[in-house]
């Protein structure tokens, strides 16, 4: 049985059910992932221990996103998500 189900649409394949099993195999491939990981970990733990994150979150809703940087990137990246959703969509795994 195959995971990846590439006619369910875009948001379907990216919210892939990602397991420790999974995790564990590309552990061991790669020693890259398991660096990365553990920054994640460190990162995640961090940012829980911060106070300032309701203000932040503010500062993003009022200011960051009325600036033409950030609408930019924002509409690239909406752009390249309807491409890629388009080319799953064509996209026809065996099963």
């Given at each position: 049985?195959?995971?990846?189900?590439?006619?369910?649409?875009?948001?379907?394949?990216?919210?892939?059910?990602?397991?420790?099993?999974?995790?564990?195999?590309?552990?061991?491939?790669?020693?890259?992932?398991?660096?990365?990981?553990?920054?994640?970990?460190?990162?995640?733990?961090?940012?829980?221990?911060?106070?300032d994150?309701?203000?932040?979150?503010?500062?993003?809703?009022?200011?960051?996103?009325?600036?033409?940087?950030?609408?930019?990137?924002?509409?690239?990246?909406?752009?390249?998500?309807?491409?890629?959703?388009?080319?799953?969509?064509?996209?026809?795994?065996?099963?």
């Open positions: 049985m195959r995971r990846v189900h590439t006619g369910e649409g875009l948001a379907s394949f990216r919210n892939f059910d990602w397991t420790e099993a999974d995790a564990r195999v590309l552990r061991q491939q790669s020693s890259s992932y398991a660096a990365i990981e553990r920054k994640v970990v460190e990162l995640a733990r961090q940012g829980q221990a911060r106070r994150g309701p203000a932040l979150s503010e500062y993003v809703r009022t200011s960051m996103s009325a600036s033409p940087q950030l609408q930019n990137l924002l509409k690239r990246f909406q752009e390249r998500e309807l491409g890629i959703g388009q080319v799953l969509a064509n996209c026809h795994l065996s099963r």
